[in-house]
């Protein structure tokens, strides 16, 4: 039985080899995302405001910013708002082109309604870039505008990923014995078999949870586009989908009023005829797992009246669990510290790879000269 798992381990490494370096790659990249766009664009994804919440300017009203949009971008309607307040990072205001589903994406400074880039694609700046290389490989679009064979790779890629680490550890199935035993004055086969499962065993969980994400974001994507949202029913907005009467400020401050604890942080704006407008955020006391986004207050895209206010204190144990996903694939849940330790157990797949490519390498070679 071990020998079968070792071959469909085998097998399943070198057939995922390359695009598990790609993904491992640019993810321990990606974890610091944030960080690195203030520092490659200090003037465009950064805010010149200090973190001590005496200092930090008041954002100005909602409405007085979305018009200041609105006017500066006319071939534009607004898709989504993500909003900010510690006065260190940018908003980021997402653009549907009218007559189009083309989506792009600005900085914004909301205390002084400053516009601090042009509308830009999803694969414009490097980090975006490596986020679309980590997601779909930079293969979607090809046989179609909406084809999504990329994200059909990154969900195999995830599948495989999660099984090379189930059979990793039925493989080496008493790991825990030797978690701590590298031989160094060996030779480099020897070396290279017990640093692969040292390597394999102290990075298994989070690889796991990296594999389990990556199949859900995959899968979600994949489904969306299948049987949610087929690419012959893709809309083309040509206006605004929402009542130009409605008072987006107080849609905001209203929101918190009707969740306990309540922090906007994202504003969907109808881009859709079926979609309304939803302010999603999080509170305190939340699962610590909760995204930025784990609760959501829905107003009617016609008229502003509210339609819903889901706590996600509240949800159910597979809401919580899938919402969790987010902080956990990138690793964000523990501020620093944990985006550090994900950053270095993401490059894992690489080191496998390469001692795993030379133990299969140096086996094959052994039959032979054995044949």
């Known amino acids: 039985m ?7 381990h085998s097998y399943l490494a070198l057939v995922a080899l390359i695009p598990l370096f790609i993904v491992s790659i640019t993810g321990s990249i990606l974890v ?3 960080e690195i766009d203030q520092w490659l664009m200090p003037k465009v994804a950064a805010l010149p405001y200090t973190q001590s919440e005496k200092e930090v300017p008041e954002r100005l009203n909602h409405n007085i910013l979305q018009q200041h949009i609105e006017g500066e971008f006319p071939d534009y309607i607004l898709g989504a708002w993500e909003l900010f307040n510690d006065g260190h990072e940018a908003d980021r205001v997402y653009l549907v082109k009218k007559g189009t589903d083309d989506w792009f994406k600005i900085y914004f400074d909301p205390f002084a309604n400053k516009v601090l880039s042009e509308p830009v694609n999803f694969s414009h700046y490097i980090t975006d870039f490596l986020l679309q290389l980590h997601y779909t490989f930079m293969l979607n679009g090809i046989g179609g505008k909406h084809a999504q064979w990329g994200t ?3 969900l195999i890629a995830a599948v495989i990923l999660t099984l090379l680490g189930i059979t990793g550890l039925v493989i080496h199935r008493k790991f825990w014995l030797k978690l701590f035993d590298l031989r160094i004055k060996v030779s480099l ?3 290279s078999g017990d640093f692969h499962r040292l390597v394999g065993a102290w990075s298994s969980p989070i690889i796991f949870i990296l594999g389990v994400t990556g199949i859900y974001f995959n899968a979600v ?4 586009e299948l049987f949610e949202h087929p690419s012959e029913e893709h809309f083309e907005p040509t206006e605004n989908l929402y009542d130009s009467s409605i008072d987006f400020q107080q849609l905001l401050n209203d929101s918190r009023v009707q969740l306990d604890t309540f922090t906007p942080t994202y504003l969907l704006y109808p881009y859709e005829p079926e979609v309304n407008i939803t302010v999603f955020g999080h509170q305190q006391r939340a699962n ?13 895209r016609t008229n502003g009246e509210l339609l819903n206010a889901f706590d996600g204190r509240d949800a159910s144990a597979v809401v919580k669990t ?5 902080e956990l694939h990138f690793g964000s849940f523990g501020g620093l510290g944990s985006k550090i330790i994900w950053c270095v157990v993401g490059l894992s797949p690489v080191l496998l790879g390469v001692t795993g490519l030379y133990i299969w390498i140096f086996r094959n070679r052994k039959k032979k000269k054995k044949g």
């Open 288 to 300: 610590p797992f909760a995204s930025n986004y784990s609760s959501t207050v829905t107003y009617d």
């Open 32 to 34: 610091f995302k944030v």
């Open 189 to 191: 086969r020897v070396f």
């Open 2 to 8: 071990r020998k079968t798992f070792f071959k469909v």
């Open 322 to 326: 899938t919402d969790s996903f987010r």
């Open 152 to 154: 059909v790779l990154g």
């Open 221 to 224: 994507a994949i489904y969306h």
